[in-house]
T-cell receptor
Framework: AQSVTQPDIHITVSEGASLELRCNYS??????LFWYVQSPGQGLQLLLK??????LVQGIKGFEAEFKRSQSSFNLRKPSVHWSDAAEYFC????????????FGTGTRLQVTL | DAGITQSPRHKVTETGTPVTLRCHQT?????MYWYRQDPGHGLRLIHY???????DKGEVSDGYSVSRSKTEDFLLTLESATSSQTSVYFC???????????FGNGTRLTVT
């Protein structure tokens, strides 16, 4: 069965600083990979997805993620964080044929200091 | 936001009582899902539906049942609520089985 590990429970960065959130997955075949963001009291919003092709994926709000098969990783990055990026971020993995039945990581809470 | 409405948004109930949560969508998507969110666990799939009257179990289905009599509505029922079912419940929809999920805003359920 697939699994997802987000090793950082909580991260604090200064506004304007760069950000990298880590995600490692376990799945035998080529995975479908996702990053979602959740603001307090809200549902999850899709930031970006990787299905195949170019391993560097661009998403909304200036985020990008890179799929590295050799490291089983799909880390989320942003070059300059804004205070409005403070939220909880979830990495998720699906698989071909059931990409919408996802296994989620436990989330990373991002705090942005001014 | 995708047209997904969850009701109620908040509910407090007592142990042993039945509870039904409703998810209503206006997108005419075929696939609908119920997830629960708990600290330290992320989101876990309870049940999902791939069409009217077609449902299947997810990772944490014990104690839950679902029904889908219309494309737009997906109901989650706790036949006899327990304290371990205190959680935030999210409904999600997708157009195909390979489409990304779109989530509702959740229902916070407290079982006392």
């Amino acid at each position: 069965a697939q699994s997802v590990t987000q090793p950082d429970i909580h991260i604090t960065v200064s506004e304007g600083a760069s950000l990298e959130l880590r995600c490692n997955y376990s799945y035998g075949a080529t995975p479908y990979l996702f990053w979602y963001v959740q603001s307090p009291g809200q549902g999850l919003q899709l930031l970006l997805k990787y299905f195949s092709g170019d391993t560097l994926v661009q998403g909304i709000k200036g985020f990008e993620a890179e799929f590295k098969r050799s490291q089983s990783s799909f880390n989320l990055r942003k070059p300059s964080v804004h205070w409005s990026d403070a939220a909880e971020y979830f990495c998720a993995v699906g698989h071909t044929g059931t990409a919408s039945k996802l296994t989620f990581g436990t989330g990373t809470r991002l705090q942005v200091t001014l | 936001d995708a047209g997904i409405t969850q009701s109620p948004r908040h509910k407090v109930t007592e142990t042993g009582t039945p509870v039904t949560l409703r998810c209503h969508q206006t997108e005419n998507h075929r696939y609908m899902y119920w997830y629960r969110q708990d600290p330290g666990h992320g989101l876990r799939l309870i049940h999902y539906s791939y069409g009217v009257k077609d449902t299947d179990k997810g990772e944490v289905s014990d104690g839950y049942s679902v029904s889908r009599s219309k494309t737009e509505d997906f109901l989650l029922t706790l036949e006899s609520a327990t304290s371990s079912q205190t959680s935030v419940y999210f409904c999600a929809i997708s157009e195909t089985e390979n489409s990304p999920l779109h989530f509702g805003n959740g229902t916070r359920l407290t079982v006392t």
